[in-house]
């Protein structure tokens, strides 16, 4: 058994540094095989030298143009030699000890089960929401204007947020859910082949959404797994600063509102529910 690991990486070598090391250390008992593997996109000068001299055993893919996610994924795909591939950014710390290996077995032991999700921390230990149901055209508009301020909006958001299950009691056990947030999850390499990779046309946001669905529809369970916990220095980027206005002054709004219409137009605007 062997399990790649690939991080996701865009011009924060001190981050990766960090990122590398935690998994290093993670796995220096582990008893199976791993490798690793770096894509970089519009690689820096800084962030080769530190590979070549701090990480020479890693396999490094750099890209000289910002590519996107799923491109620097799918090239890692293609070089990954392991059955199971643990996919992160480079802003995820594996601090719990033989957190990748309670996971890995975990998805060895369910053959219906194609993504595995972590539990997400904030830096101050507080859950970071990674699991979501499917969005609609209405979970868009709630998010991105005063209408998810309103009653109506507030109960589409609590949906996409699953707060009815999230809110009644602490989620302890492995539950199905729609989709899993792209920062962290590992995926059997065999679900890939029927599967296919991630879709490329996506080259910001809703790539994860994507995945997700069609792991669901090709008969593969989506799981999030409180039981492993990983902390995420996440940064949004695209969060909503003034209703209407964000469009024109957020680039990173622009690109998520973009691929929400290549997301819906791809499924026709028809909707889906496979988790909780």
Request: hydrophobic letters at 40%; charged letters at 25%.
């Amino acid at each position: 058994m062997k399990l790649s690991i690939i991080v996701n990486h865009y011009r924060t070598p001190e981050i990766l540094r960090i990122c590398l090391r935690s998994i290093k250390e993670n796995l220096k008992n582990a008893d199976f095989s791993w490798e690793m593997i770096v894509t970089d996109g519009a690689t820096i000068e800084k962030t080769a030298e530190m590979m070549k001299e701090q990480f020479p055993e890693t396999i490094f893919i750099s890209f000289e143009k910002n590519v996107g996610f799923g491109k620097l994924v799918n090239a890692a795909i293609e070089k990954a030699k392991g059955e199971y591939l643990f996919i992160i950014n480079a802003d995820i710390l594996a601090e719990e000890e033989g957190v990748m290996k309670k996971i890995l077995d975990y998805v060895e032991k369910n053959n219906d089960v194609g993504m595995v999700g972590p539990k997400l921390l904030n830096v101050n230990d507080t859950v970071q929401q990674s699991c979501f149901r499917f969005y609609t055209p209405s979970t868009v508009l709630c998010r991105r204007t005063f209408l998810g301020k309103i009653s109506l909006g507030k109960k589409v958001l609590n949906n996409f947020l699953m707060k009815d299950i999230f809110t009644k009691q602490e989620i302890t056990s492995p539950i199905p859910v729609d989709w899993l947030m792209g920062s962290a999850f590992m995926i059997r390499k065999s679900a890939i082949e029927k599967v296919g990779g991630l879709d490329e046309r996506f080259f910001m946001y809703f790539e994860d959404v994507d995945w997700a669905r069609r792991f669901w529809e090709n008969g593969y369970k989506v799981i999030y797994f409180p039981a492993a916990k990983m902390y995420h220095y996440h940064f949004q980027s695209s969060k909503k600063k003034g209703g209407l206005l964000d469009l024109f002054y957020n680039k990173y709004t622009r690109i998520h509102l973009t691929s929400a219409w290549k997301y819906f137009k791809k499924y026709r605007f028809k909707n889906a529910k496979y988790g909780m």
